[in-house]
């Protein structure tokens, strides 16, 4: 219920310069999932959102009100955000209950006890650890921990919920159950949230908007299926995706109208109603082909629809998939297949796909040429 | 893209910037506390050093010169110290001695520290209970009681007096005096009995931070080594040494500072063969009124201490961070002593028996024995416990609990050492947070220096200073900030925690740094304050650590005499003071008595503070 | 900044001394040597002297004891002796309504404590009980005027004069050698001071070194200074029948005894009654000698020790005076007053604040009080002629020469 604007922030520890002219809008309503490697400066960037961290240049609005204006040294404290903070630690505290905890903040508000015990029953039973309510954290689980930290988020109803790796510490299969839970979470009560996370999966499946960072700057911020479609550069296209998409390099003779594309994918040519702003009007460059392992087909005959010839690498089936490793000339690619086949290994195969639904990057500038449609 | 455009008032970020520097009360603490700590810390040392360069009026008959010269500057004493005939005698000869004494002290404390911490840590040893506790016992008991005890052991029959009990024995197994003297005098008095008895003494201080750093490695890292095929011994010096270096070097700074720095053993041990190293000059010369050239040679012991400190940092570098990687969690599986296990428990049983718990029944005895010396039944006594006042006993002073003196001290020494525990730990907690929250950064660094330099200033010199600057009402601009604190308690606790500052504030560092600073983040968030969280969250997460802190300033302040000697009143005179009082009747026995009482008040709370109050010594000496 | 005050305050007070001593010396150009004891001109008083009136020795014990009560009736005495507790309950026996309050602290602490207190403007101690080894209490203290002489006409007509020209003398100690009397049951082995230079003590006499502290420092400059050297030389003269001849950076006999003694590597203790338990612990087949302070002869008897004192050729050295001064600015002048006449014995025949210090091993300087049963009488003993201002001059190059012994 909050939209954040933040405009050209910079943040440096000593010479690092962590966060570099930094950009973004976070639209009310938003799940906005900060993505990227370690030591990008996506937890940066919820620091300085939060008011833990102080940028040294930039503005922060929040619904149009300014919360940082680092010319002037104005940082509202953390308390008069309205937000409310996951850390990847949870850092709940041990010396008091699971109740203390979720209480402290709206003690800290002087609210009467009779509605501190409703709200955070109510934040409690939202989460489904009311019946811990008299323990230790130490007592609890992971995921019960988790729980508490998120209920003690919640419970003073923030307008903004920062969420840092919260799902990091937990297994596999609670990450998934929780996963769901947040989506639900997001779904029910509207908050604007701004998500901490290096794991694209948790990125593409939760979020409505996703902000990818590389070294403390922001490459690309798009829905998640707009980010995996058409990624604007080979970084973006390299990060997202499992299986990682598969780059064929290959040379592009441009023209007004379009370009003709020749690899060891054969020769292709793109209409410039495809091509990006970017792409350059005329002349030969160097391109990076980028293909999706499941936009690739494969097929033990060569046919109208599978033309690329090359020599099974690996196969892996896993049940209800299959992952091929396949040699086309120097270039190893990756196809996904549905259902579990079986592929010995040097084995001649054949690959088609659709050139609509392929990437080009300009191979210089690493840029996206042509739009996948 | 830089945002040029964007407009800004000048006036209104100053006003903004001073705003958060002020409203932020960290700032504020921490600022106070800097000018706190310049005033109570640089300022005597400031002191010190102008003294050393300003005329006395008593060195007029060697400078020549009138009255009106008396105060001016001059470079006599630093010539005299550093560039004069006496330089061999006065400073060289004794700084080397007191560079191998602190060496040798350093390497040899650090040792066996270290072996005691792994055994105690790491091992299967039995017994550990009551073991871990014998350790931290000669901690609290003064060194000179060691020397003695020492003494009584090895003394030859050349020095005069009763012979120690092992020249005893060997005089009635019909060795020669010359060959007892050959033998015994080298181990008896002089470098060697100086370091192996401070050895006994400051060891404590390796096995708390080693041990402390070894109960926060995770042993998964030493099983690590061992499933690569690493040996033993490999995985002890490739991994686990690397680990607890930080520690060990740590400990180095404490023993080597406090090895240079002390008299008692030197002075009980070095006289007989004139073994004389820079703190003895040090006491010497302040003895015989030479301020000047004691302050001298105090100044050139701050900077060794300082220099040793430097070197450090220098060689813990970026592995300071090591001792807390493993974090707590983890398993600690003992390693196997295997055969060694017997030999180790009976070595161990004899060390603590020769080493620590001889001592103190050497002290019990001799506070029972009529005369002193004479070892029979008839000479037992227990008169200078309980006597009713005989005038042919200590000149007709009655036993200490019957003394009316004994309990005046006894309940001003009692209360000295609460007040000054609580206060002291409470700054030093607060300090410790400052040094914890400014690792790294410039007001840490100033902070962890400043708070360091107390424990270097020798404590006579301490007080003297204190005594001179509050005897007098501290203005500033004619404004009366502290009243003439001349003679009042105040005056006693400013002095002492100040002193143990050092200390304290190491407990608190390292108690700090093991509280995370997200939870006090979290707190932010949810709109605490700073008074708040440390209220509701530093404080009562760092309870364990504050009453081990606690405990550390208790044992030291029990033990002080030189620091508060000046600066106390007739009325206000403590144990040790009492102590030393009957020392100079020639009571030692009394003064046993005295000795034994604060021995075991030291110990009943140590011990009622780790069974109620979770006190680990080791964990505030971390960090 | 304080210090800076401090200092400032110290510089102008000496100044003025020095301009007053300067003035005192215009004043009676008769007198060669500048007197610190001597009264300044009427005018001359500051306020505190005018109202102390500390140059008055007329009063009598009962009008003190009156000004004493009116004061506040309380006196602080800080003494290097323990038995000062003793004074105190002896004194407020015989004055009560007057609390004497008693702190036994050690030379260079006392002095540190005194003077820091002095110089803040505390005026705490009233009477100090000290020893003027080394001639600073005198040259320094007494003519800086932080400490002033009190000498009572009545009571000083039965002390020899050639104690009270620098001090108020409360007693005498000694520094004297000691044997082992169940060793040596014939009486000394060594009678003169050179025996101890000889071979066959090398390493078997005890002392305390000079270096460690002012009493031991001003002992050796004692045999350095004045007529000592000379009576050393004949000393020497008389035992081997030789003159003495002096080694190289040796001024006189006394540099040159001290060179010999520091050769014949004495063993140092830690502490004057180390020495004492060394010598005379009883069954020792072949016990050290050693100079200790005298004093030490009244524990013999409660230790089991078996020592007695040489007197030795040509003397054992200069005499611990101890010594009693009024503070410049206490609060207290006339129980100060009482206090002083009462420690050394009053005149009224009752000599209870005087019996503390009279025990063996001190010596009264009263002609009308006797010596402690059992003790040599004072008048028999070898002692050096102390002189304060000598000892005050030399003493540091006489430090500096034994430093330089090794």
């Not at chain 2, 570098?317 to 295997?338: D, Q, V």
Request: proline letters at 5%.
């Amino acid at each position: 219920m909050s939209k954040i604007e933040l405009t050209h922030i910079d943040k440096y520890y000593g010479k690092n310069h962590v966060l570099k002219d930094l950009n973004l809008t976070i639209e009310d309503g938003d799940f906005m999932t900060l993505l990227g490697p370690s030591g990008c400066g996506k937890t940066t960037t919820l620091r300085v959102v939060s008011g833990l961290e102080k940028p040294q240049n930039g503005i922060i609005l929040m619904d149009g009100k300014e919360i940082v204006n680092a010319a002037e040294a104005s940082f509202a404290p953390p308390s008069k955000r309205n937000l409310n903070l996951v850390f990847q630690s949870y850092a709940l505290w041990p010396h008091m209950t699971v109740f203390d905890n979720v209480a402290f903040g709206l003690r800290i508000r002087k609210e009467n006890s009779e509605t501190i015990a409703k709200k955070v029953a109510s934040a409690l039973d939202r989460m489904q650890i009311g019946e811990f309510a008299k323990r230790y954290p130490t007592e609890l689980s992971g995921g019960q921990q988790q729980r508490v930290a998120i209920a003690r988020a919640i419970v003073s109803e923030p307008r903004l919920l920062l969420l840092d790796e919260p799902l990091s510490n937990l297994d596999a299969k609670l990450r998934v159950d929780m996963r769901a839970e947040l989506k639900r979470l997001h779904h029910e009560t509207g908050t604007t949230i701004i998500y901490v996370t290096h794991d694209q999966v948790e990125a593409l499946t939760m979020s409505t908007r996703i902000a990818l960072y590389r070294k403390g700057e922001l490459v690309q911020v798009a829905p998640p299926l707009e980010l995996y479609d058409n990624p604007v550069n080979l970084y973006t296209a390299d990060f997202i995706g499992n299986p990682s998409i598969n780059f064929v390099k290959g040379t592009a003779q441009v023209e007004a109208g379009g370009m003709r594309v020749d690899s060891p994918l054969g020769q292709m040519g793109f209409e410039r109603g495809d091509m990006t702003e970017a792409a350059p009007q005329s002349g030969s460059v160097d391109v990076t082909i980028g293909v999706r392992p499941e936009q690739l087909s494969i097929s033990r005959q060569a046919d109208d629809a599978h033309w690329v010839e090359g020599h099974v690498y690996s196969g892996m089936p896993a049940g209800s998939e299959t992952l091929v490793s396949v040699r086309v000339g120097d270039t190893m690619l990756t196809v996904k297949e549905l259902g579990s086949t079986h592929y010995a290994s040097d084995e001649p195969v054949y690959l088609g796909f659709n050139p609509k639904k392929v990437n080009v990057f300009e191979t210089k500038s690493e840029n996206l040429i042509k739009y996948c449609v | 893209m830089k945002p040029l455009d964007q407009s800004y008032s000048k006036s209104r970020r100053f006003k903004n910037q001073v705003k958060a520097v002020v409203t932020n009360p960290y700032n504020v603490i921490v600022l106070v506390a800097i000018v706190l700590l310049t005033y109570l810390i640089v300022l005597p040392l400031v002191d010190m050093l102008s003294t050393t360069f300003q005329l006395a009026q008593r060195d007029l008959r060697a400078t020549g010169g009138t009255m009106a010269d008396v105060g001016k500057f001059t470079l006599y004493y630093w010539q005299r110290l550093l560039a004069s005939d006496l330089s061999w005698n006065l400073l060289f000869k004794p700084l080397l001695n007191s560079l191998t004494i602190g060496v040798g002290v350093s390497v040899c404390a650090i040792a066996l520290g270290s072996i005691l911490a792994w055994l105690m840590v790491r091992s299967d040893l039995p017994f550990k209970p009551f073991f871990s506790l014998a350790v931290i016992i000669p901690y609290m008991i003064p060194s000179w009681v060691k020397s003695q005890a020492w003494l009584s052991m090895f003394k030859t029959p050349r020095v005069g007096g009763a012979p120690g009990f092992i020249a005893a024995l060997m005089m009635n197994a019909g060795v020669s005096t010359e060959q007892i003297e050959a033998i015994l005098s080298p181990i008896a008095y002089g470098r060697l009995a100086i370091i192996i008895v401070l050895t006994l003494h400051y060891y404590a201080y390796t096995y708390l931070l080693v041990s402390a750093a070894l109960n926060s490695i995770n042993s998964e890292l030493e099983e690590m080594g061992e499933i690569q095929g690493a040996s033993k011994p490999l995985i002890l010096r490739k991994i686990t040494l690397p680990l607890v270096l930080p520690a060990m070097l740590s400990a180095v700074i404490l023993t080597f500072s406090k090895a240079i720095g002390t008299f008692g053993t030197i002075n009980y041990l070095g006289s007989p063969v004139s073994f004389r190293t820079l703190s003895s000059e040090l006491y010497s010369n302040s003895k015989s009124q030479n301020t000047q050239t004691a302050f001298a040679m105090a100044i050139l012991m701050i900077c060794i201490a300082s220099l040793s400190v430097f070197i450090n940092q220098r060689l813990i570098g970026a592995r300071k961070s090591y001792a807390t990687i493993g974090g707590k969690g983890g398993r600690s599986t003992p390693i196997g002593l295997g055969g060694w296990k017997p030999i180790v428990t009976i070595i161990l049983f004899i060390f603590f028996i020769v080493g620590i718990i001889m001592p103190v029944i050497i002290l019990i005895l001799e506070s029972c024995m009529l005369k002193e010396g004479t070892y029979s039944l008839s000479n037992f006594t227990l008169y200078y416990w309980i006597g009713e006042g005989d005038p042919n006993i200590m000149e007709g002073v009655s036993g200490i609990f019957k003394n009316e003196t004994f309990m005046m001290s006894l309940v001003n020494s009692l209360k000295l050492t609460l007040v000054n525990g609580v206060f002291g730990t409470i700054f030093g907690q607060m300090l410790g947070y400052i040094c914890a929250k400014g690792r790294g950064k410039l007001h840490g660094k100033l902070v962890e220096q400043l708070v360091f330099i107390p424990y270097l200033i020798p404590s006579v010199a301490f007080g003297g200073i204190y005594l001179s600057m509050f005897s007098k009402p501290q203005t500033l601009f004619g404004v009366t900030l502290i009243p003439a604190l001349y003679g009042t308690f105040a005056l006693l606790t400013l002095t002492s925690v100040v002193k143990h500052l050092p200390f304290a504030s190491r407990a608190g560092t390292s108690n700090m740094l093991q509280i995370s600073g997200e939870l006090e983040e979290a707190a932010t968030i949810e709109g605490a304050g700073f008074f708040k969280r440390f209220v509701k969250i530093v404080f009562p997460l760092s309870k364990g650590g504050f009453i081990s802190g606690f405990m550390l300033i208790f044992v030291s302040i029990m033990k002080e005499l030189d620091l508060i000697i000046l600066i106390m009143t007739p009325k206000t005179s403590t144990l040790p003071y009492l102590a030393f009082q009957y020392q100079n009747q020639n009571c030692p026995q009394a003064s046993n008595c005295v000795a034994i009482v604060m021995f075991s008040i030291v110990f009943l709370v140590y011990a009622l503070a780790n069974i109620f109050g979770d006190a680990d010594l080791a964990k505030s000496m971390a960090g | 900044m304080l210090k800076r005050k401090k200092l400032l305050a110290a510089l102008l007070a000496g100044t003025m001394m020095l301009s007053l001593v300067g003035c005192g010396k215009k004043a009676d150009t008769s007198g060669d040597t500048t007197d610190p004891g001597t009264p300044p001109a009427e005018t001359q008083l500051t306020p505190w002297e005018e109202a102390s009136q500390i140059y008055n020795t007329e009063e009598t014990d009962e009008e003190l004891y009156q000004k004493a009560l009116d004061e506040g009736g309380t006196v602080t005495l800080y003494s290097i002796s323990s038995r000062c507790t003793k004074v105190e309950a002896a004194f407020e026996e015989k004055y009560p309504g007057i609390d004497c309050v008693p702190f036994d602290i050690s030379t260079n602490e006392l002095l540190e404590k005194v003077t820091r207190e002095y110089d803040a403007g505390q005026h705490v101690a009233d009477v100090v009980h000290i020893k003027d080894q080394d001639g600073s209490m005198w040259n320094m203290y007494v003519a800086n005027k932080t400490f002033y002489n009190y000498q009572p006409a009545d009571i000083f007509a039965h002390i020899d004069p050639s104690y009270t020209a620098t001090a108020t003398p409360l007693y005498i100690e000694l520094t004297q050698l000691f044997y082992n009397t169940e060793a040596y049951p014939d009486g000394s082995p060594i009678t003169n001071i050179w025996q101890l230079t000889e071979p066959q003590w090398k390493g078997k006499i005890m002392m305390q070194n000079p270096l460690d502290n002012l009493s031991w420092g001003s002992w050796i400059t004692g045999f350095c200074v004045g007529e000592e050297p000379n009576r050393l030389a004949e000393a020497y003269k008389a035992l081997y029948g030789e003159e003495l001849k002096l080694s190289d950076g040796c001024e006189n006999a006394g540099y040159e005894f001290l060179k010999r003694l520091h050769a014949n590597e004495p063993i140092f203790t830690a502490s004057s009654d180390a020495i004492a338990e060394a010598v005379g612990t009883p069954g020792q087949k072949d016990p050290p000698v050693g100079f200790c302070a005298s004093s030490k002869l009244r524990k013999a008897a409660d230790n089991g020790w078996v020592f007695a004192p040489v007197n030795l050729e040509p003397d054992t050295g200069i005499p611990a005076v101890n010594t009693l001064y009024v503070v410049e600015g206490c609060e207290h002048p006339a129980a100060a007053k009482l206090l002083i006449r009462f420690m050394m014995g009053g005149i009224d025949g009752d000599t209870s604040g005087y019996k503390p210090f009279n025990t063996l091993g001190g010596w009264p300087v009263r002609d009308d009080i006797e010596p402690a049963e059992g003790s040599t009488p004072f008048s028999e003993i070898n002692v050096a002629p102390f002189d304060a201002n000598e000892i005050f001059v030399n003493y540091n190059t006489v430090r500096d020469f034994w430093q330089m012994l090794g």
